[in-house]
């Protein structure tokens, strides 16, 4: 049975005829239109739905944060500014406590995030929400899946597993580790970097958004861009919380957990620890590892440099 | 409480601050942004639930007929033509044989109607569609909801009520009137009037597509353009099949049943049938009343020249 990314590939990924417009189609995080001379539109669409993207009776002003804030990290991961937003709305009644909630959360942030909602549906269903982001992004410029090449090395812009875990406790009693704040935040509120994708810009060779688990989303470098990897997994940066738990436990919440919309880029080996500093300034960045030309495989090396073995690979619809 | 409507209008329908780019946001069948010197951008996302908008068990192949071609009919209705796909899935199991018969009928639009599907999402969940449509107009000539004058007449471009009496005879073991194949068809099978809309640019001052029902649509026109209607019911096209029906019912059906995606219009009087003719040779066209502005209402004129009263006003999810 093919899963979720196959069934993309198999069923609905076609050559396209006639479509100069097109630069980037189907398999990244966002698709990009060349529109104008000099600007060219990034768009991506996400649908949450109660009880798989989030838990049941999560506040209608998490529900604003998580569906908006992880549609903004896919504009994001291609170093575009978001712009316009449109919002397909399914609720299963006309609930106006649930409406002045979401929306007043949702319109704060369209305010912060200088975002303007253009249009929508409004439909009656099982509780779903579905965002379209459009971003700008000068001609040329956008950051993608493939590029990477063999001796760059890989980073990811911040701590790893901290909404995993966050998911974990909420959801499992016998948790006794209480989240730190900033941990449970980061399951409903995540913060798209948007200003570090437009730093990357220029350094990147490649880039994605954390949103499946660090396995699966640098996998799709690999894959995007034919080339393999090695990732210590001593260098990961684990979210605090996972420090104190059991070492598998850590690595798989970190590696699998997904949720950390974090990005994953790849950069040049020639350019510096502090080359990079300089350039970018706006997140804490973190060498994972190195992109090899051996195998097409993303290989996790332990404590023991010998290779690690992933209990599951991370989060798919199917 | 509010109704569909009233809730896009309290909660999400903002002042735009600093979005010059934008040329129309909420409230009309699309958005228009300015991208480029002579090009504008039209998009709009539609989301269809098993169960609200279309029966249970409907066939993989209808689901992608309807929900494409829907969200086509927008696109129609701004006089813009269609190009770009962004499809969101939501699938409660991993079922190839739906899959490959929604995508085999979806793949075969796209190429119909010379579209690319740039992107999407699949998730698990109970069965649902959304669909952005993106498509392209010259600067300035989208059409829009606005712009109907007093004096205008108002026109549709083919039958309506076949879907709604298409719907109530599946649902309904007591009509044992068949619907004819095509208002069949036209249920699940809508043709988005894309060629007419082009024709209209130059001729409409307003133009709607018919989703929710003639008398909820043509009140949008009227509520957007700060005008009155009189319609006769006798100028009504009813579909073949309300003509042997009860007369009350068919007018609700032609009126209220929604889902027919004909497109609805208005044009100068001094344009004559013949001038109109020249310019509209991809559809039918029928005049059905007259814009005034005595008052902001719509009134249905019947056979005694007597107000005509609706016993419902037409599909609203809320």
């Known amino acids: 049975m093919l899963n979720e990314f196959e069934i993309i590939e198999h069923y609905f990924k076609l050559p396209l005829i006639n479509q100069k417009e097109v630069k980037l189609g189907i398999g990244d995080d966002a698709a990009v239109i060349s529109l104008s001379q ?12 109660e009880g798989v993207h989030f838990l049941k009776g999560l506040s209608p002003k998490d529900v604003a944060n998580k569906s908006l804030l992880v549609n903004l990290s896919d ?47 409004l439909t009656k269903g099982p509780l779903s929400i579905t965002i379209q982001a459009h971003g700008i992004i000068p001609k040329g410029k956008f950051l993608q899946r493939s590029g ?29 580790l209480k989240p730190t704040n900033d941990e449970l935040e980061k399951l409903n509120k995540p913060e798209p970097k948007i200003q570090t994708g437009l730093e990357l810009r220029d350094i990147a060779t490649s880039c994605i958004d954390i949103s499946d688990g660090l396995f699966i989303d640098l996998s799709h470098i690999l894959n995007c861009s034919k080339v393999g990897a090695d990732v ?8 605090k919380t996972l420090l104190k738990l ?5 690595i798989d919440l970190a590696l699998t957990g997904g949720d950390d919309y974090e990005l994953c880029f790849t950069a040049p080996s020639n350019l510096s620890k502090s080359d990079l500093e300089k350039k970018i300034t706006t997140s804490k960045f973190f060498k994972v590892g190195r992109i090899n030309q051996l195998d097409l495989k993303l ?3 332990g404590d023991d440099k010998k290779i690690y073995k992933l209990k599951s690979a991370g989060y798919q619809h199917f």
């Not at 000099?38 to 739905?49: F, G, H, M, R």
């Not at 397909?88 to 369209?110: A, I």
């Not at 990811?156 to 875990?165: D, F, I, Q, S, W």
């Not at 210590?232 to 979210?239: E, H, Q, R, T, V």
Request: charged share 20%; net charge negative; hydrophobic share 40%.
């Open 246 to 250: 059991n070492k598998d436990l850590a």
């Open 232 to 239: 210590k997994l001593n260098d990961i940066p684990y979210s």
């Open 299 to 301: 290989n996790l090396i």
């Open 38 to 49: 000099d600007k060219e539109l990034v768009v991506s669409i996400d649908t949450l739905v």
């Open 75 to 121: 504009i994001a991961a291609m170093g575009a500014t978001p712009r316009w937003i449109t919002l397909s709305l399914t609720l299963p009644e006309n609930n106006s406590v649930w409406l002045e909630g979401f929306s007043k959360q949702f319109n704060k942030l369209l305010k912060n995030y200088s975002l303007a909602l253009i249009g929508g549906d």
């Open 148 to 176: 990477a090449k063999p001796g760059d090395y890989i980073y990811v812009t911040g701590e790893l597993g901290a909404a995993a875990y966050a998911l974990r406790y909420l959801k499992n009693t016998d948790d006794n």
